[in-house]
């Protein structure tokens, strides 16, 4: 008997994989048809693994300690920057086409071992840089709501393997927006917890100081369950956090009149889409006749975000992407001597936008600029989280928009990176500030498009954003998944 795989969530089925009234591999064959039939003309991913998930889901029905874990026959799709041992991990990017990683991020190590089945890798901007999916070197990613449009990025590829139905969860990375920005573009649920809180052992960096993995999922209940599971401390990452992990998705229930609201005034001001704007202060409205208390904050030095971001995380990056210089990963260009080789290697196997970054990145870190502009964003950097400390004084979470317009078209903003860099205003700060956000979805544009809101907490405080977003999602969602290719008139 097929099974109706769009309405499942990781939680109701491995309920269900564990009560023995479903099993692992009727899940897994129903995703597998369900992506043959709808991906060419989402896009969402770069590789199925249609062999592998069906092994792995018949040992998952044999083994009744399998069945009982908490993620048991879950299929979970997988951003391409993060490694599978023995599998093509290419972070988008034609310089890694050819490189197979010989360990698995630990992230991905834990849903193995929570029962998950790995059912295939995601498209992404290349190196995740990006908040659209169109600097792939491989493919394009449609928004499942409209296929005309970006699905947002850079995982844009999770957001839209989830928002289409054909899984229920995915994981991303986030290093100024890339999980919440596509969530809130495609109608799901987006996590990026605390830096730290995530091992990135295993995760093709971009900016260290700011990357961190999280999941997509359509329900909150599922973001917290992915949560509690790839989260804790890490040996091969120093930087993760040895606070214990609570099981978020046991408490996600509470009382609206117990939450205190910071709402950046600036946030809702000029250069938001007045549909979001609407869906946004509809949403707060509800949540205060609910009886959660809202306070205007400011945050002083947020006009300085976007350009403190893309200084800290393109320093970072061109350090990071030095790596790839033909001899140790991937992709190598014939030259006669060495130095041909490293430049004919970069030259041919980056693309327009990483090129950019690694140029970008250099020059602010490059002999007599770097105290003028890494060493001032740093300074920058610390005021912002100063601000947050202030604004967390006084309310439980900060809740504004996630994105400043709904999903674009294709193309629109392709070539113009100032106006794409822009996507990220309302996201970045969290990643400069290290703190926990979601976005969830609140409601859609006279297009019918989603709108997602976004809740920041202070560090390690995911329980008290998955929780504020549980109450969003009992006022206004989940949504269900995206018709099978629409596109709007
Ligand atoms: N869109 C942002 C950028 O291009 C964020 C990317 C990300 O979070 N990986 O840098």
């Known amino acids: 008997m097929a099974i109706e795989l769009r309405g499942l969530t990781c939680a109701g089925t491995a309920r269900r994989v564990a009560a023995g009234d479903l099993s692992a591999a009727e899940v897994v064959d129903a995703t597998l048809d369900t992506i043959a039939a709808g991906d060419a003309e989402v896009g969402a991913f770069l590789a199925v693994y249609g062999g592998e998930a069906r092994q792995r889901a018949r040992r998952i029905d044999d083994d009744d300690n399998l069945r009982a874990r908490p993620l048991a026959g879950v299929p979970i799709a997988l951003k391409d920057n993060l490694c ?7 972070a988008g990017s034609r310089i890694l086409e050819p490189f197979s990683p010989p360990f698995t991020a630990t992230a991905v190590e834990r849903l193995e071992a929570a029962g998950a089945v790995l059912i295939g890798k995601t498209n992404l901007d290349e190196f995740a840089m990006g908040s659209s999916t169109e600097n792939s070197a491989f493919r394009r990613t449609a928004n499942p709501w409209d296929v005309s449009r970006v699905p947002g990025g850079s995982s844009g590829g999770s957001a839209a393997a989830v928002a289409s139905g054909m899984v229920a969860a995915a994981l991303g990375s986030d290093t100024g927006g890339s ?5 809130a ?41 992915i949560l509690s599971v790839i989260a804790g401390a890490d040996e091969y990452d120093s930087t993760t956090l040895p606070d214990p992990v609570p099981a978020f998705h046991n408490d996600l229930e509470s009382d609206a009149g117990d939450l205190t609201i910071g709402v950046p ?21 509800e949540l205060e006749a609910a009886g959660a208390e809202l306070r205007p904050i400011e945050l002083p030095h947020e006009e300085f975000a ?66 003028a502009y890494y060493g001032r964003a ?6 912002l989280c100063n601000d947050f400390a202030r604004a967390f004084a006084d309310v439980d979470v900060v809740v504004g928009p996630t994105t400043p317009s709904t999903a674009f ?46 809740i920041i907490g202070p560090a390690l405080g995911e329980v008290k954003i998955l929780k504020a977003a549980r109450l969003v999602e009992q006022l206004r969602g989940p949504f269900e998944p995206a018709p099978p290719a629409r596109t709007s008139s």
């Open 306 to 371: 976007v350009a403190t971001y893309y200084v800290i995380a393109n320093a970072e990056a061109s350090s990071n992407l030095a790596r790839y210089d033909g001899v140790r990963y991937g992709f190598r260009a014939d030259s006669d001597d060495l130095a041909g080789m490293y430049a004919n290697t970069r030259s041919g196997g980056f693309g327009d936008e990483v090129k950019r970054r690694i140029l970008l990145g250099t020059f602010v870190l490059s002999a007599g600029y770097g105290d």
């Open 378 to 383: 740093q300074c920058v950097r610390t005021l």
């Open 179 to 183: 999980i919440r920005q596509p969530a």
């Open 409 to 454: 078209a294709i193309g629109e903003k392709a070539d113009d990176p100032l106006e794409m860099y822009l996507s990220d205003v309302f996201t970045v700060t969290a990643n400069l500030a290290g703190l926990p956000g979601i976005s969830v979805p609140c409601g859609r544009d006279d297009d019918g498009l989603p709108v997602g809101l976004q």
């Open 185 to 225: 573009l495609c109608g799901v649920v987006g996590l990026k917890p605390t830096y730290g809180r995530v091992s990135r052992h295993g995760l093709v960096a971009f900016a260290s100081s700011l990357d961190q993995i999280g999941p997509l999922t359509r329900t909150v209940e599922d973001a917290a369950l």
């Open 84 to 90: 599978v041992a023995g599998r093509r991990t290419t």
């Open 265 to 285: 005034e600036a946030w809702l001001g000029a250069g938001l889409d007045p549909d979001i704007k609407r869906e946004v202060e509809g949403v707060l409205a």
